[in-house]
């Protein structure tokens, strides 16, 4: 049973040389794909393309639950979740990942909890994402010299559009660095299955722009495409380094927030 998981796309796949397809039923319904599970550095590894293999959910219609569902009867308990993201700051330039330890959740009407009662149930969010995790990530993205920030506040948006303008000097105003679509509600489901959390979030432009760069323009959807396209090696080395030194044992409190 792979115990870690990745939503992450079909050119994952080609990483396993025992890739087993699984159809997974979930009482939210089906999955956004069939989940792939095999052998990656030496782990079992499941992988599950949010948006489908061939990209077909956009971002608010992603069945969050029943991906988070089907991750979890496979057994997986360490959850890596690599996002596209537009960064509020000038300093975080396209190419550069932040290894998120929060997020605002500014999306609507998405279901996002499997606590539909009864029994009522709370789960504690004031840290989403897994320290044990983050140190990993940070550690892997210091050695292999690439630009990033070890911590970082996602504000997650509705989509499928982007910002406006004011939007996003509202967003940079609060202090928060990088504007996505997916985190949400991803991680808090993830987190009320116990599980643990890694957000990776890639950045592919400014969102809106920046004020005071006048030559940085407005995010297009094809920039989005272009960026991440010429970053996946480097997140599949990273991700690659990341499952490889997961530790077996968990010493972390993500398995119990639920009360
Ligand atoms: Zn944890």
Not at 82 to 101: Q, R
Request: charged letters at 20%; proline letters at 8%.
């Amino acid at each position: 049973m792979p115990s870690i998981g990745i939503f992450g796309g079909s050119g994952f796949y080609e990483l396993l040389d025992d890739a087993t397809e699984h159809r997974v039923d979930t009482p939210y319904g089906e999955p956004s794909d069939p989940v792939v599970t095999g052998s990656w550095q030496g782990r079992e590894v499941a992988f599950l393309p949010r948006h489908g293999a061939d990209h077909r959910f956009p971002p608010h219609r992603v069945n969050y639950r029943a991906n988070v569902w089907a991750m979890r009867e496979l057994g997986v308990t360490r959850l890596l979740a690599p996002c596209a993201v537009g960064s509020l700051k000038a300093e975080l330039g396209p190419g550069a990942m932040i290894v998120l330890d929060q997020f605002v959740d500014r999306t609507t009407g998405r279901p996002d909890t499997f606590h539909d009662g009864p029994p009522v149930t709370h789960t504690s969010m004031a840290e989403p994402y897994c320290g044990t995790l983050r140190a990993l990530v940070t550690e892997e993205l210091t050695a292999l010299d690439r630009p990033h920030q070890p911590t970082g506040t996602i504000v997650v948006i509705q989509g499928p559009r982007f910002s406006t303008r004011a939007e996003s000097r509202w967003f940079s105003a609060q202090g928060w660095d990088v504007v996505g679509m997916t985190q949400y509600p991803e991680v808090p489901l993830a987190r009320e299955a116990g599980m643990c959390v890694a957000g990776i979030a890639l950045v592919t432009d400014h969102d809106a722009g920046l004020d005071g760069h006048p030559d940085v323009a407005p995010v297009s959807h094809q920039q989005v495409l272009e960026v991440f396209a010429a970053n996946v090696e480097h997140l599949k080395e990273l991700l690659g380094r990341v499952v490889a030194r997961i530790p077996d044992e968990r010493d972390c409190g993500c398995g119990s927030s639920t009360g």
